[in-house]
């Protein structure tokens, strides 16, 4: 037993690179874990400024001196974040707002629509049944109401928070990109002189990354935008909160498209009932899955790593279940990651030793 280890250390960490590659993701996935919660903030900037960079240096090509492009990208950056606080906040807290105050109403009529189903259908589905699932739909709102309650009891640490992050969020990102080639010095003045491996991987990820996250922003913008459209133009109640969770369901591969379906179907038939509308509906936001699924993703992502959709969805639950919202929107750039750390990882050969 002890000769195996020997051996499958001797083939997989005979090389310095491979040492060292695994003490910093032993380091960084140990910092993440322990200190995420305090370092969120300059984990927040660090993310926010990777995305711009890409503008950044597209505009310095265009000969824009490099404190002028940073300058103009970050005041982008400042009129959108504003832009979001002043206009798309106050629209989704009134539509929040007044689907709480609906949801008595739309319970009610839900449970009519049950009701008629045993009538309807009584081999397929009986009135136990349809009791049963009333009384554990009101038992789900019940806990929600408590839990929005205590949220609004406990709000105050929470505006608080986000005071800080609306103010340092913004001033790291500014020192993110204006010293990014400083601290990227400063960071690989600590590197061991022989790097190779870690040029390789990091040149690697930083391509994939880079082309993934701001791949995905940019859907979700478009799918977000679009569904408001589609929703507003056929008069949907709560466009913007549902367009909303359109736009962040795309973050989930595969599982958040089903399960975003579910409030936006529920709403039209609150609304409309099995109406011409809401056929519309329905077949309006499945062109707008199918063109998501079919032509954006293969535009935006044609130069991604393709990962298996076993792989997909293993990433999404383990990072997911490890750091919430963040682990699932960057679960296929960790998965790439493994993925390009397996690929480029020396290995000494058992003919090898023999030599």
């Given at each position: ?6 051996n499958?250390l ?5 090389d310095e690179?491979a040492?060292?590659?695994t003490?910093l993701?032993?380091?960084g996935?140990a ?14 900037g ?13 505009l310095e090509?265009?000969r824009?001196?490099?404190m002028?492009?940073?300058s ?6 400042v009129?959108a974040?504003?832009?979001?606080l ?6 989704l807290w ?6 709480f105050n609906?949801l008595p109403r739309m319970?009610g ?6 009701l ?6 009584p081999h397929?589905i009986s009135?136990e049944q ?8 009101r ?5 929600f109401g408590q ?5 609004s009891?406990s709000?105050?640490p929470?505006?608080?928070?986000i005071m800080?992050y ?13 010293d ?7 960071f690989r003045?600590?590197l ?6 870690l040029s390789h991987?990091a040149?690697?990820m930083n391509?994939?990354?880079?082309n993934y996250?701001r791949g995905?922003?940019?859907?979700i913008i478009i799918?977000?935008?679009v569904s408001y459209i589609?929703?507003a133009a056929?008069?949907?109640n709560?466009?913007a909160l ?6 962040l369901?795309v ?5 958040g ?6 409030p ?5 038939l609150?609304q ?9 509906l ?6 707008i899955q199918?063109?998501?699924?079919n032509v954006?993703v ?6 991604a790593?393709?990962l ?7 990433a ?7 750091w ?5 929107f ?12 397996l ?5 000494t050969?058992?003919h090898?030793?023999s030599?």
């Amino acid at each position: 037993m002890l000769r195996v280890l020997r051996n499958w250390l001797h083939r997989y960490f005979s090389d310095e690179q491979a040492v060292v590659l695994t003490v910093l993701l032993i380091l960084g996935f140990a910092t993440v874990l322990t200190l995420g919660g305090m370092l969120a903030p300059v984990l927040t900037g660090l993310v926010l400024a990777f995305l711009m960079q890409g503008l950044v240096n597209a505009l310095e090509r265009l000969r824009l001196p490099q404190m002028a492009a940073v300058s103009l990208v970050f005041a982008l950056f400042v009129s959108a974040l504003a832009l979001c606080l002043l206009v798309l906040m106050p629209l989704l807290w009134r539509q929040l707002s007044n689907l709480f105050n609906e949801l008595p109403r739309m319970l009610g009529e839900w449970q009519s629509l049950l009701l008629l189903l045993p009538e309807r259908y009584p081999h397929l589905i009986s009135d136990e049944q349809v009791l049963q699932a009333i009384e554990l739909a009101r038992g789900e709102i019940g806990q929600f109401g408590q839990w929005a309650l205590t949220f609004s009891l406990s709000s105050l640490p929470l505006l608080a928070s986000i005071m800080i992050y609306l103010v340092l969020v913004p001033i790291l990102v500014f020192f993110f990109l204006k010293d990014r080639e400083l601290i990227g010095r400063w960071f690989r003045s600590y590197l061991p002189n022989e790097r190779a491996l870690l040029s390789h991987v990091a040149q690697e990820m930083n391509l994939q990354i880079a082309n993934y996250i701001r791949g995905k922003v940019i859907e979700i913008i478009i799918c977000g935008v679009v569904s408001y459209i589609a929703f507003a133009a056929l008069g949907l109640n709560y466009a913007a909160l549902l367009a909303l969770l359109v736009g962040l369901s795309v973050v989930v591969p595969y599982i958040g498209a089903v399960v975003v379906t579910v409030p936006v179907v529920l709403i039209a038939l609150f609304q409309w009932g099995w109406s011409d509308q809401f056929i519309y509906l329905l077949v309006v936001y499945g062109v707008i899955q199918a063109l998501d699924g079919n032509v954006l993703v293969p535009l935006l992502f044609s130069e991604a790593v393709n990962l298996h959709p076993v792989a997909i969805i293993c990433a999404v639950l383990l990072f997911g279940g490890l750091w919430g919202f963040w682990g699932v929107f960057f679960a296929i750039p960790l998965a790439t990651l493994f993925k390009a750390l397996l690929d480029a990882w020396p290995r000494t050969e058992p003919h090898e030793r023999s030599v």
